[in-house]
């Protein structure tokens, strides 16, 4: 099993950015995917999650709601999470994770490497 973020990146205030996430040794299509974020000097933030396609529903921070979309490509084996609208208190490494779970876990257990998103102007 392996998860491998890509995508980030120095954005100013307003911009954005597409993340990837790419797996690798397991079909993504059957599971749920999360993005979570750390910034340094705070906890760890559950950014996105979308489910496995048979359940469907994605879920979102309240802090990102209405400008991040987290989406899959079964066929790339990648999921995406698109952040429009970027703040600078959106800046942290971003992690895509799972946990063998069609549905969006409480907890992740599988982790892949971070990118770095920095908002500045």
């Known amino acids: 099993v392996q998860l491998q973020a890509s995508g980030g990146g120095l954005v100013q205030p307003g911009g954005s950015l597409r993340l990837s996430c790419a797996a690798s040794g397991f079909t993504l299509d059957y599971y749920a995917i999360g993005w979570v974020r750390q910034a340094p000097g705070k906890e760890r933030e559950r950014v996105s999650c979308i489910a496995s396609s048979s359940f469907g529903n994605t879920e979102y921070a309240d802090s990102v709601k209405g400008r991040f979309t987290i989406s899959r490509d079964n066929a790339k084996n990648t999921v995406y999470l698109q952040m429009n609208s970027l703040e600078p208190d959106d800046t942290a490494i971003y992690y895509c994770?799972?946990?063998?779970?069609?549905?969006?876990?409480?907890?992740?257990?599988?982790w892949g490497q971070g990118t770095q998103v920095t908002v500045s102007s």
């Open positions: 994770a799972y946990s063998g779970t069609s549905y969006c876990p409480p907890t992740y257990y599988y």
